[in-house]
């Protein structure tokens, strides 16, 4: 089976080379091959060019995991074998009908939940080392900030799964390879654990003994490597700064997705897939993302004042380099004059009352809020309550016999 989401674009030998390597010898048992999209080339903003270039260094990445076995399945495009599927089915049953789910819908990251369900299957997964598959990247601030939410909620709701599948191979005597568990816990979690070391960075005041040249120094070597891809890949080596102010505005948005995640494990629920806007002009931004993006250039500048005044060298050098980063990042991707008109509809959309619907649009809106739910969630779910519906046949829908006995039994 081929997937593909909407805006992918593959090239013409994509199924021709992924089914031929599924059929070698040897590859029997893997479940899923793919091309980790690439970006288009020619972006038309400075944003999308950055965000296109975490999206390349991204294949790089996960020829790796693929090297430690450790893939994810991503589900922007693949080619998926059947029998896998049929493997980690789930099978329920709703007024009497069966309904055959393949890929769980428990997370908005279904593609990285699937990859361990078939896993714990005896199946593995592989990326096929050539840029066949290609998508589109987000130009503006606010549709980057849906479609990078929805990436960084979803990894913690998985890693007890990883975690309970690593302890069942162990007392099969199958342990998972130590390099495997790293990098997909690291896979699962980085966004998390990442967003709130930043965070911590930015507002703790460490002095010299925390910021030693040496801690500073091991550091390089991940820099300098990110760096190299770029270059290899097309790109500047100066784009690993602007990388850098790129990951300071996104800040409050992986925070956000994150302390989703958490809110959906203390609730046990599922929120909706929020989909990336794709639209003629621009997304706009939520107010409380462009606001700390502000807030922590704000902050950096106070607390290197702060650090010249009490001699706090390191300390102050490393605010100065966030406050400038953070500044340019702002201009550069999101732009003062947006920013400003984001934050502004932002205050109008908190305060603004909506009007009462009338009651043809009220009706109208309840049959589309139906389909929304079944389109979300699948035909088991009722917005309206917590058990699911009957499943009703409508009268003018069935066909008509002859025999009133017959239609009895219908």
């Known amino acids: 089976m081929l997937t593909l989401d909407a805006d992918s674009v593959i090239l013409r030998e994509y199924c021709l080379r992924l089914v031929h390597h599924l059929e070698m010898p040897g590859n029997e048992r893997i479940a899923v091959i793919q091309t980790p999209y690439s970006a288009f080339r020619g972006a038309t903003t400075r944003l999308e060019r950055i965000a296109a270039a975490t999206t390349d260094i991204q294949h790089i990445l996960h020829q790796g995991l693929t090297y430690f076995d450790a893939t994810f399945w991503v589900g922007a495009n693949a080619v998926i074998r059947k029998t896998a599927l049929n493997d980690i089915v789930e099978v329920t049953y709703v007024g009497g009908q069966e309904v055959r ?56 709701l998985i890693a007890p799964k990883f ?78 700064f602007r990388v850098y102010a790129f990951n300071l505005i996104l800040l409050a948005v992986n925070l956000g997705g994150t302390l989703k995640s958490l809110q959906q494990a203390a609730a046990k629920s599922k929120i909706a897939f929020a989909r990336t806007p794709k639209v003629a002009n621009r997304t706009a931004a939520p107010a409380l993302y462009v606001l700390a993006a502000y807030a922590i250039a704000l902050f950096s500048f106070y607390t290197l004042a ?82 699911p519906p009957p499943v009703t046949v409508s009268s003018t829908t069935r066909p008509r016999y002859g025999d009133t006995r017959a239609r009895q039994r219908d």
């Open 306 to 387: 702060n650090d010249i005044r009490t001699e706090n060298w390191y300390h102050a050098a490393f605010a100065a380099f966030n406050g400038v980063l953070t500044t340019y990042a702002i201009g550069a991707f999101i732009g003062f004059r947006n920013s400003l008109v984001d934050i502004v509809l932002g205050a109008v959309h908190w305060v603004k009352v909506p009007r009462k619907p009338k009651k043809a649009a009220l009706e109208q809106r309840t049959v589309a809020d139906a389909w929304e739910s079944v389109l979300y969630f699948g035909p088991d779910h009722d917005p309206t309550s917590d058990t």
């Open 101 to 156: 789910r393949y890929v769980q819908d428990r997370t908005v990251i279904e593609d990285t939940e699937s990859s361990i369900d078939l896993v714990a299957h005896g199946w593995s997964l592989y990326n096929y080392p050539e840029r066949l598959s290609y998508s589109a990247t987000p130009p503006d601030f606010g549709s980057l900030a849906v479609q990078r939410a929805r990436w960084a909620n979803g990894g913690l």
């Open 163 to 240: 975690r309970r599948l690593v302890k069942q191979r162990k007392k099969q005597g199958n342990r998972i390879r130590r390099s495997s568990i790293i990098l997909r816990v690291n896979y699962m979690a980085s966004i998390s654990w990442a967003a709130f070391g930043l965070l911590l960075l930015l507002t703790y005041p460490f002095d010299d003994r925390l910021l030693s040249p040496i801690i500073v120094a091991a550091a390089l070597p991940y820099f300098l490597a990110m760096s190299y891809d770029f270059k290899r890949m097309g790109y500047k080596r100066t784009d690993v």
